[in-house]
């Protein structure tokens, strides 16, 4: 069965730092596009980042140039750094994973077939 578990949420203080991590369950991310999304109480659930099977990433204009997505090298966890948070950043994350055979570039769509459950970031002092 294909899991994913996010780890590394909790309460940080703004302009802090925080870094989420995707670790899968039964099989390795290698052949995966892995995408980050979050939903803030009240709002729908949008696309962060995302990283393609050759590591291509892709950010949305909220969180360009404060997040870093990446890859570990064994292929089993995404993780997202999260640098200079703000309070607009609180919200439940979402890792996502989807099966690219084409090497195609990744896309912040709720497209992804398997989802993990969650972790609650909350950014305040």
């Known amino acids: 069965q294909l899991q994913l578990v996010e780890s590394g949420g909790g309460l940080v203080q703004p302009g802090g730092s925080l870094r989420l991590s995707c670790e899968a369950s039964?099989?390795?991310?290698?052949?995966?596009?892995i995408g980050w999304f979050r939903q803030a109480p009240g709002k729908e659930r949008e696309g962060v980042s995302c990283?393609?099977?050759?590591?291509?990433?892709n950010y949305a204009s909220a969180v360009l140039g404060r997040f870093t997505i990446s890859r570990d090298k064994a292929k089993t966890t995404v993780y997202l750094q999260m640098n200079s948070v703000k309070p607009e950043d609180t919200a439940v994350y979402y890792c996502?994973?989807?099966?690219?055979?084409?090497?195609?570039?990744?896309?912040?769509?709720?497209?992804?077939?398997?989802w993990g459950q969650g972790a609650q970031v909350t950014v305040s002092s």
């Open positions: 996502a994973a989807d099966k690219d055979s084409e090497f195609r570039p990744c896309v912040l769509k709720e497209s992804y077939t398997y």
């Open positions: 039964g099989f390795t991310l290698e052949n995966y596009a």
């Open positions: 990283i393609s099977r050759i590591g291509i990433t």
